[in-house]
């Protein structure tokens, strides 16, 4: 699935089964919450947290998947154009750091 497929989906899946989009800001405010799910189980499983045995059964899969469906949630109802946004990113970034991590010693 292309990222402009994902957003159409995301549409599509909101019209049919979720009535609306809730505003942005309490989008933004589930978003938060769904970040949070994923920083408690890389904390936990992948951090120094001990996990519990409850934790053990999350998919972070899933997890991420509810994150990026809330930020194209986001995108969508503010008019952002996700594909197109990736793409200057990339270059934003390459342009940036074309040397820097490659000559970061930190990394080698």
């Known amino acids: 699935m292309t990222i402009e497929e994902a957003q159409k989906t995301v549409d599509a899946w909101i019209k049919q089964y979720g009535v609306r989009y809730f505003s942005e800001l309490t989008n933004t405010a589930i978003l938060t919450e769904e970040v949070g799910e994923v920083a408690r189980i890389m904390a936990r499983r992948y951090g120094e947290q001990s996990e519990k045995e409850s934790d053990k059964k999350i998919d972070l899969g899933d997890e991420l998947a509810d994150v990026l469906f809330v930020l194209i949630c986001i995108a969508n109802q503010t008019g952002v154009d996700l594909t ?25």
């Open 84 to 108: 197109k946004a990736m793409e200057l990113n990339l270059k934003k970034k390459t342009t940036r750091d074309e040397l820097r991590h490659v000559n970061n010693p930190k990394l080698i």
